[in-house]
């Protein structure tokens, strides 16, 4: 149960003082500590999930780490260990599938049916393990409680490695995710860089799974590198300022949280959908004044399909 409904804690609006109290609570710092590096983990693989548009296949590893950290309950272990034993699985499965992920009608149905059985799998695995049926709002919906510092060590041991693969195969996946068929016939290996991206991405919905929930996981994965790719076009820029926005959404996220008797995923769902949208009406004031001025480029961007300062740079 949050705190501000135990009616232990207030807002005083003295930023300083409010930080920290806070932050006095161990739990509170790690819940930072975590919800840091599921942000900056999120938004770096979200980046290229926008722009490969597998947001179904994301959807998908969301879901299917629910019953994941049921069972792993059920059994008597962490949850988390469960989000990433269903997730990676689940990335594999998908990633041996035709299309690996890339929105085919027979696979997403086959992707579809899977997912449906899986959640149901989830409740009854929650409906077994009676004492946990109160537990089941922060599986679906996110919870900052009872975040340790063994689960924040875990979470930074598997960002760090998530990312360095992300960097070794960043530039050939960048020019295979824009431009798969020239990138095959440069004798790019586009099926091995997307099942390792699959795999990626998996890590990463398991990790954001711990902090916004499984059916919020779009808040931390997609939300904050759509809008990035709103604002640029550019890799160089968008990625970068991907990570920042899903920082902010974050601590933001967890800090009205504290201050109040509702989930955390609905504040960062909340605050990742604001700035998405604020995105959205500078992008369509800019075309607007832009339409009236002398003619110009059109401005691209990975969220809604025109990336040409992408393909440049993958292409250099």
């Known amino acids: 149960m949050p705190l501000a409904d ?3 804690t207030a807002w005083s609006w003295n930023p300083l003082t409010d930080i920290q109290v806070m932050w006095s609570y161990p739990f509170m710092v790690n819940a930072f500590r975590a919800g840091a590096v599921i942000a900056v983990l999120s938004a770096a693989v979200g980046w290229f999930v926008v722009l490969r548009r597998q947001t179904f296949a994301a959807h998908t590893l969301a879901v299917v780490g629910f019953p994941g950290a049921s069972g792993a309950v059920l059994v008597g272990v962490a949850s988390g260990y469960g989000y990433f034993a269903f997730c990676l699985a689940a990335a594999v499965v998908i990633a041996m599938l035709p299309g690996a992920g890339q929105g085919h009608g027979e696979e997403s149905a086959l992707i579809g049916t899977v997912q449906a059985f899986l959640l149901a799998c989830g409740f009854l695995f929650v409906a077994l393990y009676k004492g946990f049926l109160g537990g089941v709002d922060a599986l679906l919906f ?3 409680l009872g975040i340790g510092d063994g689960q924040v060590v875990l979470l930074a041991v598997v960002a760090v490695v998530v990312l360095a693969v992300l960097a070794a195969v960043g530039r050939p996946l960048l020019f295979a995710s824009v431009d798969p068929s020239v990138a095959a016939a440069r004798a790019l290996p586009v099926r091995a860089l997307s099942v390792v991206f699959l795999v990626l991405l998996g890590a990463a919905t398991a990790e954001a799974s ?6 919020l996981v779009f808040a931390l994965l997609v939300m904050p590198p759509a809008t990035a790719q709103l604002l640029s076009p550019r890799a160089a820029v968008s ?21 109040s008797p509702y989930p955390v995923g609905f504040f960062v769902t909340t605050f990742a959908f604001s700035a998405y949208v604020l995105a959205r009406a500078a992008r369509t004031a800019a075309t607007a004044f832009g339409a009236r001025g002398a003619r110009g480029p059109r401005p691209g961007t990975g969220a809604t399909g025109g990336t040409p300062h992408a393909v440049e740079e993958a292409a250099a």
């Open 239 to 259: 990625l970068p300022l991907g990570m920042l926005i899903g920082l902010a959404v974050t601590w933001l996220g967890l800090t009205a949280a504290y201050y």
């Open 6 to 8: 135990a009616g232990l």
């Open 142 to 144: 996110g919870s900052f």
């Open 210 to 215: 711990q902090i916004t929930g499984s059916l």
